[in-house]
């Protein structure tokens, strides 16, 4: 190959490593991703949308869930310039005995070319009462159990305790009711059988409030 050729194909090679990764024309992000709640709670999410064009647009957000009432505002209208990023408030406000952990999204799209779109996702945990940590210690025939649970409002919340072989069948079990209010230690203990085998168990605990059940478990090794 002539001089000339092989330097043509260099410049070629270069033009072609120096394009430039241009971003995404628009991006959202959230934070948090997740939030821990109770109904009748205020919760807000902070959404960050950002004009990665080089000019000026207006953004239409607009929110979407499981309940969409929950969600404040139902939509909002986002002006910004070239490069310029802008911060709002999302609010969620649960309601009613609905519980459990439910995805909501974001999707932000421009409102002069509708191709220039960008979405999140994030998540609202609502539950009556959580289950912390368990921490289970047999002592002869008897487990006793220490759970660290919390409620944001005071409840009545009826536990169940049960041993479990890794099968799933139940050994002996015991329950008791507590009011819970914050974030309390709770104790009691359930008797198992004195020619029970050694070996590795499950300590299950329920507890159920406001007609909602939570589950958690940890290993008990006999």
């Avoid at 139902?74 to 310039?81: A, E, R």
């Avoid at 990023?85 to 995805?103: H, N, V």
Wanted: charged fraction near 20%.
């Amino acid at each position: 190959m002539k001089t000339g050729g092989v330097l043509l194909a260099f410049a070629v090679a270069v033009a072609l490593f120096a394009v430039p990764v241009f971003a995404q024309d628009v991006t959202v992000t959230v934070a948090p991703g997740e939030i821990k709640s109770d109904v009748d709670i205020n919760n807000v999410f902070q959404l960050t949308v950002t004009n990665n064009q080089g000019r000026p647009d207006i953004f239409k957000m607009v929110p979407n869930g499981p309940y969409i009432y929950w969600v404040t505002p139902t939509f909002s209208l986002i002006d910004l310039q070239s490069g310029e990023s802008k911060t709002l408030d999302i609010t969620i406000f649960p309601i009613g005995d609905r519980f459990g952990r439910f995805p909501f999204t974001a999707t932000v799209t421009s409102t002069s070319n509708p191709v220039v779109s960008d979405m999140t996702s994030f998540y609202l945990d609502v539950e009556p009462v959580r289950i912390n940590d368990i921490s289970p210690e047999k002592r002869g025939g008897t487990v006793f159990v220490t759970m660290e649970v919390n409620s944001m409002k005071r409840r009545d919340v009826s536990f169940a305790v049960s041993v479990r072989e890794t099968s799933g069948r139940v050994v002996s079990s015991s329950s008791f009711n507590e009011q819970i209010d914050g974030t309390q230690t709770v104790s009691s203990s359930v008797s198992v059988p004195d020619n029970l085998l050694s070996g590795t168990y499950d300590l299950f605990v329920e507890a159920t409030a406001d007609g909602a059940t939570i589950k958690k478990s940890t290993p008990l090794v006999i």
